[in-house]
């Protein structure tokens, strides 16, 4: 059976910052094995502005990002192997995928770095009553079908949900000549980033209604109209608040969820609020050798943060294989306190721990004047004041290790918002 | 005095930024985080500005749309002109990022570049 060094699974964003990372990092043999018949993942859809700023101080195109980490895996001589599916990976690291060319084929792994993202929530997951007529589609297929097929899905638009992918549609489907009638959105702020309802709603007078949802779908071949209605607090429609909308298509921008059935098959612990693997400080999974990093792991708004989070992750599985992460001793969790949703990384290793170890994380409602805490054992050692936090972006702490040191038999580390 | 609110769409972090004006110049610029916020503002209430991307046909590619964006940023009216002029572009595969596929859009000197590399169709298919 043919050995690598590490094996990437998914060849996105954070697939290959990982294997440039890693590569770098003094890793032998490296392969990225993606499903996809090209590298770069969802990045090749995404053909709007607005990527790299924070790693390229330049505004970069989806595929001009994913370009640029193309070229430097190039230059590294990093094998990449495209339309390739991963079927299994054991505990014990083999992969078994399989191609056109190879067939099914195993590979042994010297440590595994899961990179496949995730997929959007689809209608079936929303309980909204009606016929299933063609007309309905998760925003980001739509995406594909325009961006890369050159195949325009509709020309009256509804889209439901105000992810990113959902708001950057309503552009795109505007500027290609169709008529987008309203964003919907169920709960009460937006989902996605401030700069693309700005960019893509306000630019081009398309309404925005919060608290409101599609009850009802019409058409029995084509979608032919659908009505929406105000929703209260729990998320009940109103009766008396429904009005009709006349379109032939619906866009559902309604979450993404991390692709983890790999993951979860080989026996990696998952975390019950991001849908991703539970991971330590050195974005290490349950089993040892096995890394997670980017979408899979929890669902970023910048390709930005992906890529960074992937080259932690590649620079550890390279010293991993290389023999220089220490065995991980005894961890301290890392608690989502008051306001807060969820941590990552779920827990830490103080001993192997970075100086400043970046502590992702999502509020659970907007907060205003907010102060930021983390307390190691109930006492206070970081705080940042915030204007304003939001769900639909994420927030970060840096951590300091000296401060988790000082804390003699430390057990864990909450991070909650305290006023706001 | 006029007060206009913007939501900055330099970086992630969208500061609310006011801009105080007298008659169509600024007076007062408030509530940004960096000089790109402050000069954004002073543009977007005077000049705003937009980087138009989209995708152009492909003749022979192995893929048939090429991604596409304005090499730099033009004025917001003329987008709808700019994309009236993209949707009428073909390019012929082979395509690389950076190729000029249309040197002057909407009367605004600004190249419209291809983000892509798009291969020729191997003769196989």
Request: glycine fraction near 12%; hydrophobic fraction near 40%; charged fraction near 25%.
């Amino acid at each position: 059976m043919r050995a690598y060094d590490i094996v990437i699974v998914g060849g996105g964003p954070a697939g290959l910052a990982a294997a440039v990372a890693a590569k770098k990092a003094g890793a032998g043999d490296i392969l990225i094995l993606e499903r996809d018949r090209e590298m770069g993942g969802i990045l090749n859809q995404c053909i709007h502005n607005g990527f790299g700023l924070h790693t390229f101080q330049e505004e970069l195109t989806g595929p001009e990002y994913a370009g640029r980490f193309l070229a430097m895996a190039r230059q590294l001589g990093i094998p990449c192997e495209i339309d390739t599916m991963v079927l299994e990976i054991g505990s014990d690291k083999v992969v078994t995928a399989m191609n056109h060319k190879k067939g099914m084929f195993r590979i042994r792994a010297g440590a595994v770095i899961l990179a496949m993202g995730c997929r959007e929530r689809a209608r079936g997951a929303l309980q909204i009553p009606g016929y299933r007529p063609a007309g309905i589609f998760s925003a980001g297929t739509a995406q594909r079908l325009v961006n890369m097929e050159g195949y325009m899905p509709g020309r009256e638009v509804v889209i439901l949900g105000s992810g990113d992918i959902g708001l950057i549609m309503a552009r795109r489907m505007t500027l290609e000549g169709a008529k987008v009638k309203v964003v919907a959105e169920r709960l009460p702020y937006c989902g996605g980033l401030q700069r693309n309802v700005v960019q893509c709603l306000e630019d081009y007078g398309i309404p925005l209604k919060l608290c409101h949802t599609v009850v009802d779908i019409r058409g029995r071949e084509r979608l032919e109209g659908v009505t929406l209605a105000r929703v209260d607090e729990s998320g009940r429609p109103i009766p008396g608040t429904e009005e009709d909308y006349a379109c032939d298509t619906l866009l559902l921008s309604v979450g993404l969820i991390p692709e983890n059935e790999l993951s979860r098959s080989m026996g990696v612990e998952m975390d019950r609020i991001t849908a991703g693997p539970v991971v330590n400080e050195s974005l290490e999974t349950n089993i040892p050798g096995v890394f997670a990093c980017g979408n899979v792991l929890h669902v970023h708004d910048l390709v930005d943060y992906v890529s960074e989070e992937a080259a932690r992750a590649g620079e550890n599985a390279a010293r991993f294989v290389r023999g220089l992460l220490p065995e991980c001793e005894g961890a301290v969790s890392v608690v989502a306190g008051r306001g807060v949703r969820y941590c990552v990384p779920g827990r830490i290793d103080i001993t192997r721990m970075a100086e400043r170890l970046p502590v992702r994380f999502r509020v659970d409602r907007i907060y205003k004047e907010a102060l930021l805490t983390v307390r190691c054992d109930g006492k206070l050692v970081l705080h940042k004041r915030k204007k304003m936090i939001k769900p639909g972006e994420m927030e970060e702490i840096l951590l300091p290790r000296e401060k988790c040191l000082a804390q003699s038999g430390l057990r864990s580390i909450v991070i909650a918002v305290e006023e706001g | 005095m006029e007060k206009r609110e913007l939501t900055c769409i330099g970086c992630p972090l969208g500061c609310l930024i006011t801009a105080a004006m007298e008659g169509g110049t600024v007076v007062e610029i408030t509530g940004y985080t960096c000089q790109r916020g402050r000069d954004y503002a002073a543009k977007e209430v005077t000049n705003p500005t937009r980087i138009v991307t989209s995708t152009v046909r492909v003749e022979g590619g192995a893929c048939p749309v090429v991604s596409v964006r304005t090499k730099a940023d033009i004025p917001k009216e003329k987008i709808f002109a700019c994309m009236k002029e993209i949707n009428a572009l073909v390019a012929a595969a082979p395509v690389k990022p950076g190729d000029i596929l249309l040197e002057d859009t909407a009367g605004t000197g600004v190249a419209v570049i291809a983000t892509k590399a798009v291969a020729k169709r191997p003769h196989s298919e």
